[in-house]
Nanobody, 123 residues
Framework: QVQLVESGGGLVQAGGSLTLSCAAT????????MGWYRQAPGKQRELVAH???????NYADSVKGRFTISRDNAKNTVYLQMNSLKPEDTAVYYC?????????????????WGQGTQVTVSS
């Protein structure tokens, strides 16, 4: 079974840094785009950052210049380096990826989500 396993969340003071990791595991044929989303209490889930298989990135305006998304294709892993964190960055962060499992190559890529990791920024 293909899974996305996240790590790296936690509690940090405003101005601090955290790095989130998300590893895709299982019998994978290929991985296309990967990204990070977040959902704060009472708010809709929103895109934070996105990276294509070729390395093209895009970011939400609220995190531009502070967050960096990257990926290691050899490890099937995507990272989110978060610097200059603000209290408004507090949310559950979810990893997302378009993955083609070996077992369903004929269907093309499927959309997978991680379980979510809590990031709390104190003021």
């Amino acid at each position: 079974q293909v899974q996305l396993v996240e790590s790296g969340g936690g509690l940090v003071q405003a101005g601090g840094s955290l790095t989130l990791s998300c590893a895709a595991t299982g019998n994978i044929f290929s991985i296309d785009a990967m990204g990070w989303y977040r959902q704060a209490p009472g708010k809709q889930r929103e895109l934070v950052a996105h990276i294509t298989s070729g390395g093209t990135t895009n970011y939400a305006d609220s995190v531009k210049g502070r967050f960096t998304i990257s990926r290691d294709n050899a490890k099937n892993t995507v990272y989110l380096q978060m610097n200059s964190l603000k209290p408004e960055d507090t949310a559950v962060y979810y990893c997302n990826a378009d993955i083609t499992p070996i077992s369903t190559i004929h269907r093309g890529s499927l959309d997978y989500w991680g379980q979510g990791t809590q990031v709390t920024v104190s003021s």
